[in-house]
């Protein structure tokens, strides 16, 4: 059973960043890819980043250029550095994790443990 915690979403103006983290309590966290999920009011929650166990990334277009996504293996985390905020960015923003190196899904069926997500609101 995978443990994820997020923290540091909030309340910014557009144009605004946020870094986000995920710790995962997990003795092999090297072992699982990590992915950002975001849930806005009345829509399905959507795909917005994952990561490879190596490092290697992969983005939803609405978001290419202005999220990263990383991880500090030795520190059981995982970051979603938000730049250029805009409105249309506001959700519960999620962490996942799915056991196994050789892939990193975009899709939430996909991914078997969760956090309790952090809430992101962008004003104009």
């Known amino acids: 059973q995978v443990q994820l915690v997020e923290s540091g979403g909030g309340s910014v103006q557009a144009g605004a960043s946020l870094i986000l983290s995920c710790l995962a309590s997990?003795?092999?966290?090297?072992?699982?890819?990590m992915g950002w999920f975001r849930q806005a009011p009345g829509k399905e929650r959507e795909f917005v980043a994952a990561?490879?166990?190596?490092?290697?990334?992969y983005y939803a277009d609405s978001v290419k250029g202005r999220f990263t996504i990383s991880r500090d293996n030795p520190k059981n985390t995982v970051y979603l550095q938000m730049n250029s905020l805009k409105p249309e960015d506001t959700a519960i923003y999620y962490c996942?994790?799915?056991?196994?190196?050789?892939?990193?899904?975009?899709?939430?069926?996909?991914?078997?443990?969760w956090g309790q997500g952090t809430q992101v609101t962008v004003s104009s």
């Open positions: 997990v003795r092999t966290f090297s072992d699982y890819a």
């Open positions: 996942a994790a799915r056991y196994g190196r050789t892939t990193v899904p975009m899709i939430s069926t996909e991914y078997a443990n």
């Open positions: 990561v490879k166990w190596s490092g290697g990334t």
